[in-house]
C-alpha cells in the first residue's frame, strides 16, 4: 500500500476525532432546541464562558480585576491561590448552573409564547452579552487550559501501526486529547440517554420535549424543566469548553465552534441525540477528506470553512428535516 | 387630538390609497425628507457624517433588503453579509473592467448581480423552512467568503488581496477614492435610500407583497388560495438580494474605499443586519430605517459616553460595549417583540385621544 493511502487513512481518524469535537457542541444545542424550542446561538458563547470561569477559578483571578482597576486605580489581579482541577470545574458547573437559573428567570420566561424567530434572536442577544460579560469579568488575554489531560501525538499509536507502511511510513498521528475526548463524548452521550431514560426528571424533560402543554397539564413544571436544560446545556458547553481550551487555548475564537456546529444539527436533525453526534462524525470526516483529497490540491485550501454548510444544504434539500429529525408535518 | 383622521376625505380611490392617505403623515414625510436633504447636510460635522450618518444610509438600505426577505416573505437569512460581499465585488469588477461606466450604473447593475446570486441560493428555501433555512444561508455566507478570498479573479489578483476603490466622480464630484467628498456621497446614498424605500414600500403594498405575506403567514395556505410558492419566494429572495448587492457596493465604493472581504463582510455584519430588523420591526420600511438608525448610532454613542466622557480604556469599553448592546436586544425583545415600528403605531394610538380620556 503506498503511503499516501496510509495518509489517508490517518485523514480520515483525525476527521473522526473532529468530528466528536463538534458532536460535542451540537449536543448542547439539541437538548435545549429539544425541551424549549429554542435555537440557541449562545451555546458557543456558553462553552467560551465556562472556560473562561474554569481557567479563572483555577488560577484564581480576581473576576472583574480590570473593571475595578479601572474605575478605583487599584492593582488586583489574582487571589494568589490556585484551585485544583477537579474543584475548579465543580465551581464552573455551580456558575453554569446559577447561569441556567438567571436565563430562565430574566430572559425566558419574559418570551414564553413568541415566535422561535424572537427567541432565536434574544439568544443571538445573550451571547452578544455574555461574550462582553466574559472578557469583562476575566480578561480578554489568550488563556492556557491545562486540567492534567496529555496532550500531543499519542506514540502507542504511532508505534504500534508504523509496520502497516512502507519505510517512509512512521504510523498514524492521533491527538492523545482527542481520543481522550472521544471516550469523555461517549460517555457524556451515555450519561444523558440514561439520564433522560431512566430517569423521572429525564421522562419529564421527554414529555416536555414532546408536548408542551400537555407535559403541562400533567402537572410538570416547564420552568423547572427548562432551568434544568439549560443547565445541562451549560454542562455540556463545560465540557466542550474544556475539550477545545485545552487545545487551542481559551480565547474568543472559541466561541466561533458554535458555527461549527451548525451543520452537524442540520445534517443530524435540531431534535436527535444520536443525530448530533454521527452528523458530527459525517461533517468531520468529511471536511477534512474533502480539505486532503479535493480542497488543498485543487481550490487553494481553506475549505474547511464552508464544506460543511454546503454538504449540509445539498442534503437538506433531500431530506429536509435532517437524518434523525422528526418528520415534518404540515397542517392548513 | 394630535394625531388625527379626522377631516380627511377621499373623493377617489387613487387619493384613498396613497401611500400616507393621513394628512400628518405625509407632513411628517416631508418634514423628515426636508431634515434628511437639507439641515443634516448644512450642520453635521465630518466626524458624524463619517461615523454615523454615511453607515445608517447603507445599512439602511441593507435593512430594508433584509425586511423584504425576512420581514414580509418569512424567510429568515442569515447570509446578508455574503450578499454585500457580492454586491461590492460585482461594483469593483464593473469599475475597473468599465472605466467609462457611471458609477451609480455599476452600483444598479451590481445589485443585479446580487439579485441572481440570491437567486441561486434562493432554491434551497422551496424545501427547507425555518431554522435549516436560516442554517442553510449560512452556507451562502461562509462560500461567497471563501470564494472572494481564495480566487484571484475576483480581486484583480492585487498582491494584498483587498479591493480598492478607484476614483469616480458624479457630476463633477469625486465620490470614490481617496479624494471622495463627504457631501456628495451623503447625497448620493440618502437619493439611493429614499429611492429604494419608496419602491419596497409600493411593492410589499402591492400584489407582490400580499403573495410574500401569505407565504409568511402560511405557505401551504396560500398555496392552496393560488400563490405560487416558487415565485413569491424567488423575487423575494431576488429583490431583497438586490438591496443588500446596492449596500454592499455603496459600502465598498463610497463608505471604505477598500475592502478584506473577511473583515468587512463577516457574519457579523449578517447579524448587525438581522438586529436592525428585528429591533426595528418585522415587515416594516419605516421600522428597518429606525433600526438601522438605532443599531449604528448606539455603538457610538455609547463610545463617546465611555471613553470621552469618563476616560475609561477602550478595551473595557468595548466589552461593556457588547454587554449593552446585547441586553438592549434583550430588553427591547421582552418590551415589545414587535420592534420599534410597534411602539410607534402604539403611540400615534394614544395621540390619537391624548390628553383626554376617550
Redesign the interface.
Known amino acids: 500500500m503506498p503511503a499516501e493511502f496510509y495518509y489517508g487513512v490517518e485523514v480520515f481518524l483525525n476527521g473522526l476525532m473532529a468530528g466528536v469535537m463538534y458532536s460535542l457542541v451540537a449536543l448542547g444545542f439539541v437538548l435545549i432546541f429539544k425541551a424549549s424550542g429554542i435555537f440557541n446561538y449562545a451555546q458557543g458563547i456558553m462553552a467560551l464562558f465556562a472556560a473562561l470561569t474554569l481557567v479563572g477559578f483555577q488560577e484564581g483571578q480576581i473576576p472583574f480585576s480590570h473593571l475595578i482597576n479601572a474605575i478605583f486605580g487599584t492593582e488586583l489581579h489574582h487571589f494568589g491561590w490556585h484551585m485544583p482541577a477537579f474543584f475548579a470545574i465543580l465551581a464552573a458547573l455551580v456558575i453554569m448552573i446559577i447561569f441556567a437559573w438567571l436565563v430562565e428567570k430574566l430572559i425566558l420566561q419574559h418570551l414564553v409564547n413568541q415566535e422561535p424567530i424572537i427567541l432565536f434572536m434574544a439568544t443571538i442577544g445573550l451571547a452578544y452579552f455574555m461574550e462582553g460579560f466574559g472578557d469583562l469579568m476575566w480578561g480578554s488575554n489568550v488563556k492556557k487550559l491545562d486540567i492534567g489531560i496529555p496532550q500531543g501525538g499519542n506514540f502507542w499509536i504511532e508505534e504500534s501501526t508504523a509496520f502497516l507502511g512502507g519505510p517512509d511510513f512512521y504510523g498514524f498521528y492521533l491527538d492523545t486529547l482527542d481520543i481522550y475526548a472521544t471516550f469523555i463524548a461517549a460517555a457524556l452521550v451515555i450519561a444523558l440517554v440514561i439520564f433522560s431514560q431512566y430517569t423521572k426528571t429525564g421522562r419529564a424533560l421527554r414529555a416536555v420535549a414532546d408536548d408542551h402543554q400537555a407535559a403541562l397539564s400533567v402537572g410538570i413544571s416547564l420552568r423547572a424543566i427548562w432551568v434544568i436544560v439549560w443547565a445541562i446545556a451549560g454542562f455540556v458547553a463545560l465540557v466542550a469548553g474544556i475539550m477545545w481550551g485545552a487545545k487551542s487555548g481559551v480565547q474568543f475564537s472559541l466561541s466561533l465552534i458554535a458555527l461549527k456546529a451548525l451543520p452537524v444539527l442540520m445534517l443530524g436533525g435540531f431534535t436527535s441525540i444520536p443525530g448530533a453526534i454521527i452528523g458530527g462524525l459525517i461533517i468531520g470526516v468529511g471536511e477534512k477528506m474533502f480539505e486532503f483529497l479535493i480542497g488543498a490540491p485543487l481550490l487553494g485550501g481553506a475549505t474547511e470553512n464552508w464544506f460543511a454548510y454546503m454538504v449540509a444544504l445539498v442534503f437538506l434539500v433531500f431530506r429536509p428535516q435532517g437524518l434523525f429529525g422528526e418528520k415534518i408535518i404540515e397542517r392548513v | 387630538m394630535f394625531y388625527r383622521e379626522a377631516g380627511e376625505f377621499k373623493t377617489s380611490y387613487r387619493a384613498d390609497q396613497q401611500t400616507f392617505p393621513i394628512g400628518l403623515d405625509k407632513l411628517g414625510f416631508y418634514t423628515s425628507l426636508l431634515i434628511a436633504f437639507v439641515v443634516i447636510p448644512l450642520t453635521m460635522s465630518e466626524y458624524w457624517a463619517q461615523a454615523v450618518f454615511l453607515p445608517f444610509l447603507i445599512f439602511g438600505i441593507a435593512a430594508i433588503g433584509l425586511n423584504i426577505l425576512?420581514g414580509y416573505c418569512g424567510q429568515?437569512s442569515l447570509g446578508s453579509g455574503g450578499f454585500m460581499a457580492v454586491g461590492a465585488y460585482a461594483c469593483y469588477k464593473l469599475m475597473t473592467a468599465f472605466p467609462d461606466m457611471n458609477i451609480l450604473i455599476c452600483v444598479l447593475l451590481s445589485g443585479g448581480v446580487t439579485a441572481f446570486v440570491g437567486l441561486i441560493f434562493g432554491l434551497?428555501s422551496l424545501?427547507?423552512?425555518?431554522?435549516?433555512l436560516?442554517?442553510?444561508t449560512?452556507?451562502a455566507q461562509?462560500?461567497l467568503?471563501?470564494l472572494f478570498?481564495?480566487?484571484g479573479w475576483f480581486y484583480n489578483y492585487s498582491a494584498s488581496g483587498q479591493i480598492t476603490a478607484p476614483e469616480r466622480t458624479l457630476f463633477g464630484y469625486v465620490i470614490t477614492g481617496a479624494k471622495a467628498e463627504t457631501l456628495p456621497i451623503y447625497f448620493v446614498c440618502l437619493g439611493l435610500l429614499v429611492f429604494l424605500a419608496v419602491i419596497a414600500r409600493n411593492l410589499t403594498r402591492g400584489a407582490m407583497g400580499r403573495k410574500w405575506m401569505a407565504i409568511r403567514d402560511?405557505d401551504?395556505?396560500a398555496e392552496?388560495i393560488g400563490v405560487n410558492p416558487l415565485m413569491a419566494k424567488l423575487t423575494a429572495f431576488a429583490i431583497s438580494s438586490f438591496y443588500v448587492g446596492i449596500s454592499g457596493a455603496l459600502l465598498f465604493a463610497l463608505y471604505l474605499g477598500a475592502v478584506e472581504v473577511g473583515e468587512a463582510f463577516s457574519?457579523q455584519k449578517s447579524?448587525l443586519i438581522?438586529?436592525m430588523i428585528?429591533i426595528g420591526g418585522?415587515g416594516s420600511i419605516f421600522g428597518s430605517l429606525v433600526g438601522a438608525a438605532f443599531m449604528i448610532a448606539m455603538p457610538v454613542i455609547l463610545k463617546n459616553l465611555l471613553v470621552t466622557s469618563l476616560g475609561?480604556?477602550g478595551?473595557?469599553a468595548?466589552?461593556?460595549?457588547?454587554?449593552?448592546?446585547?441586553?438592549?436586544?434583550?430588553v427591547f425583545?421582552?418590551l415589545e417583540?414587535h420592534g420599534l415600528a410597534m411602539l410607534w403605531r402604539i403611540i400615534k394610538e394614544k395621540l390619537r385621544i391624548w390628553p383626554f380620556s376617550h
Do not use: C, Q, S
Not at chain 2, 424545501?127 to 435549516?132: A, E, L, V
Not at chain 2, 466589552?319 to 434583550?330: N, R, S
Open positions: 425576512t429568515v434551497p424545501r427547507i423552512k425555518g431554522f435549516y436560516a442554517v442553510a449560512l452556507a461562509f462560500f467568503v471563501w478570498n481564495k480566487v402560511m401551504i395556505a392552496i457574519i447579524f438581522l438586529f428585528i418585522l475609561w480604556p478595551d473595557i468595548a466589552h461593556l460595549e457588547f454587554m449593552i448592546v446585547g441586553l438592549m436586544i434583550i425583545l421582552i417583540p
